[in-house]
């Protein structure tokens, strides 16, 4: 049961995350800062990849640090491109690298 749980919530967290990133938002006025987007990617990636890590350590998975990155790697990268599709997104680059130091970061923070 703790395991469909674990797995539920990462795949609840990512169908919110694909939502959110898909749907056409503003940032209200107060939390406008340079690159608050940047941070956004940044955290929310870290907290993906925490999930994932904790999910997989829990199942005694081979390698659950890599797999972990890379699950939150490839949704970031499946978002960026499905933005290309969506007229009031837009494909960034920017994007992609702070979803990578974030799971990154969560990794770290995770492992230590």
Known sequence: MRYLLSWGTIYVY????????LLPVSAPA?????YYDKVIHFIIYMLLSC?????????GKDRPVLAGFLYAFYVGLMIEFLQLTVPYRSFELGDIACNCLGAGTGLLLKIG
């Not at 990512?14 to 990133?21: G, P, Q, Y």
């Not at 107060?30 to 340079?34: E, H, K, N, S, W």
């Open 30 to 34: 107060a939390l406008v800062f340079p």
């Open 51 to 59: 999930l994932v890590l904790n999910t997989l350590r829990q199942q």
């Open 14 to 21: 990512t169908c919110l995350l694909f939502l959110f990133s």
